[in-house]
């Protein structure tokens, strides 16, 4: 196994358990917050998680631009890629502005179902980046 993929396998594992940890302990811990307490915990959720998320969602693009550079092109790498572009389309286009919106309007119901359906989503994306990452690197 090369240095490129051990990176994508190590950040590709990383970003799928910060994933998992997200939609099974953060997400719904906000999701049954009282609407008297929203702003407060929502605000300290988006400073708390913002660091975490630089760090490793910087590691994952690190990593990918390693591996583009110095890996053939596989099934696995293929499949990695999609996993983490569904990752990161759904972070970007549907829960970072779905979160600024709960952050400015509170805890709407259909916004929350749309953060739930997006992490869903991004966890899923993450997932297979792994597995793909896997078969990848064990090819």
Do not use: K, N, Q
């Not at 940890?21 to 708390?48: D, G, Q």
């Not at 590691?59 to 572009?85: D, I, N, R, Y």
């Not at 916004?111 to 297979?128: C, E, M, W, Y």
């Amino acid at each position: 196994m090369t240095d490129a993929a051990t990176a994508l396998l190590a950040t590709t594992a990383a970003h799928a358990g910060f994933s998992a940890v997200v939609t099974a302990v953060a997400y719904p811990a906000l999701a049954a917050t009282p609407a008297e307490r929203w702003a407060a915990v929502h605000a300290a959720h988006s400073r708390r998680i913002t660091p975490v998320v630089a760090c490793v969602y910087g590691a994952l693009l690190a990593s990918w631009a390693w591996a583009l550079a110095t890996l053939p092109a596989s099934a696995g790498l293929l499949t990695a890629a999609a996993g983490t572009v569904a990752a990161f389309g759904a972070t970007a286009a549907v829960a970072a502005p779905t979160h600024a919106r709960l952050g400015r309007e509170g805890p709407r119901p259909e916004l929350v179902r749309r953060l739930l359906r997006a992490d869903a989503v991004r966890t899923a994306g993450a997932g297979l980046a792994l597995a793909g990452a896997v078969v990848a690197v064990v090819r």
